[in-house]
């Protein structure tokens, strides 16, 4: 159905490795000028600098705020307050203010302590923000709810990620001045089914904004497939620890969730090792060595009715859900290991039947973390100019 990209420049999704934090000292004030208070989405609750942040983002001319915000849960419909993180040019901002790329990051768990803002390397997305603000944006990077701030992290609800999305502009531009309404979001993983999500409710939910367009990589729209895959016992190495993390995430919310119909053997003996943070430097490896002990077997449903419960779940947070208010570029990959791509590429086929304005490639040699897709940096400085954008939905 879409053009299938091999030869074009190579997108890499995972970033440069982390730079080592050189644990810069000082407390933590708020931001002078910050418009706190307020009960809508968006509205600051706190706006304090960063002294633990990687000094490359300093040393690169930006200013950086770590904020708590308020948000939507979008599967209760309750008020959240949720953390991230805002970033400026550190220079008088152009006439119309800085336009804005909300980031909206992979995986990094499911805990409280898991969020990029905790990370003086913002989760090792830092070189990817210093990039951004150096081309003349502002950058925003959601923690998620559950994440940073008290609460329960939802893992892979993307409806409630793309409030979360959306809601980090309007804290940006409660923080810094000379920031405009004209937005677009870019996430990878995780982050792809994020501002997914946010390009479906941003019309609706944020109409004072204007999203010009969405960049989604390998996004998780759509993972119901991990509960027949679960059953079938075919899931890859990659995804046992994403049906872990979900399950543990799922528990959460829902207590009366009796984990023990989906765990067993390594699966329940390392359950907490399991469920705590990705990429954990000091943890010795016992994350890793845990889900290398952990079989098919182990996360299986025990029954029809227990595989059934766990697929309406992801099914309420599937995308699409209704039409996008902004075209789309999505790239993926044929070799991807956490997602597989024919549930990409089923839904792609629904947001096309819904009228969605959608740019997509599909490397037959792509992976999860690095594909080759196509120029999405100038796809984003075509939107941010106001150019058409190219449709490779069937009719379009």
Sequence with gaps: MFRRTAGSAALVVVLVTALQACGASGDIRTIKGADLGGTTPGSLVRAETMPQLDRSVIRAGIRAARVSYRSTDASTGKDTVVSGTVFVPDRDAPAGGWHVVALGHGSTGILNSC????????????QLVIKLVRLGVAVTM???????EPGVHAYLDSPTAGLN??????AARATFPGISTTWAAFGGSQGGGAVWAAN??????APELDLVGVIALAP????????DKAVAGTLTADQRPTLQWLLASLERQHPDLDLDHYRRGAAKTYWDTLSTCAGVKDDGGRRQD??????????????????ALLRKALEGWALPRKPTSAPMFVAYGEKDTFIDPVWTTRALARACQQGDVIEAHLDPEGTHAVMNAGDPAQWLADRFAGKPAKNDCPGA
């Design 290 to 307: 845990a889900q290398a002990e952990v079989s098919n077997a182990d996360l299986a449903p025990d029954s029809p009715e227990a595989a």
């Design 200 to 205: 479906e409710e941003a019309g609706s939910y």
């Design 220 to 227: 998780a729209a759509d993972v119901t497939g991990l509960v």
């Design 115 to 126: 969020a990029p803002s905790s990370s003086p390397d913002l989760a090792e997305q830092a």
């Design 142 to 148: 959601t923690d998620y709810q559950g994440l940073g």
């Design 165 to 170: 999305v959306i809601d980090s502009v309007r």
